[in-house]
């Protein structure tokens, strides 16, 4: 069973950043893709940022140079760090895994991340 766990999320003034870290744990070995994903109240959960196993990066275009996805393949985790933060990044951030061999997916339970005007 794989687990995933999100930290870093809090409460940051507009224009502030965070950090967001993602640690992954159980049984995980071949090629994986990791992402974040984030959800608004009474919104869609949306695709943030993902990295594959080979270190190519995609961005939603409203994150897109302010944003930097990362990983670690040696403690399986991910990061996301977020600068110039603005209120419309208020959500809920999941991370998410996914083994490509097997293509079952994983996901977090999410850290809040609060940008205040």
């Known amino acids: 069973q794989v687990q995933l766990v999100e930290s870093g999320g809090g409460l940051v003034e507009s224009g502030g950043s965070l950090r967001l870290s993602c640690a992954a744990s159980g049984t995980i070995f071949g090629l994986i893709d990791m992402a974040w994903y984030r959800q608004a109240p009474g919104k869609q959960r949306e695709l943030v940022a993902q990295?594959?196993?080979?270190?190519?990066?995609n961005y939603a275009s409203s994150v897109k140079g302010r944003f930097t996805i990362s990983r670690s393949n040696v403690d399986i985790a991910a990061y996301l760090q977020m600068n110039s933060l603005k209120p419309e990044d208020t959500a809920v951030y999941y991370c998410y895994l996914k083994r490509l061999s097997t293509g079952l997916n994983y996901w977090g339970r999410g850290t809040q991340v609060t940008v205040s005007s």
């Open positions: 990295i594959t196993s080979g270190g190519n990066t």
